[in-house]
Nanobody, 125 residues
């Protein structure tokens, strides 16, 4: 199971840190992705981290602004979001896969599993 939390209301240019806490599976054997879905839009993956190698991926829309990290002692993955823009407003979800490269826009749940409940991020202009 994954639980995402840390969302809230922030002004444009501000920062938030989201947390994704894992339980019930071997943390290090997975990759964790952060996804977001804005009202009326498709869900998209914004970042992913391979917990075994530490390698990370970011969507072009968030590169240079978002950072994904992990703390294996706490079984938690973080998404540090800086320089937030109104277009970052969305519900953010975390989910697990074997590898970040398992991401497949045509697959059920994009090839990821154990979706958390989502946390809402609202960026005001």
């Amino acid at each position: 199971q994954l639980q995402a939390f840390g969302g809230g209301l922030v002004q444009a240019g501000g920062s938030l840190r989201l947390s994704c806490q894992a339980s019930g599976f071997t943390f290090e054997d997975n990759a964790i992705g952060w996804f977001r879905q804005a009202p009326g839009k498709e869900r998209e993956r914004v970042s992913c981290i391979s917990l075994r190698s530490g390698s990370t991926l970011h969507a072009d829309s968030v590169k240079g602004r978002f950072t994904i990290t992990s703390d294996s002692a706490k079984s938690t993955v973080y998404l540090q979001m800086n320089s937030l823009k109104p277009e970052d407003t969305a519900t953010y979800y975390c989910a697990a896969a074997v590898r970040c490269t398992d991401y497949d826009v045509g697959a059920p749940d994009f090839g990821f599993r154990s979706w958390g409940q989502g946390t809402l991020v609202t960026v005001s202009s």
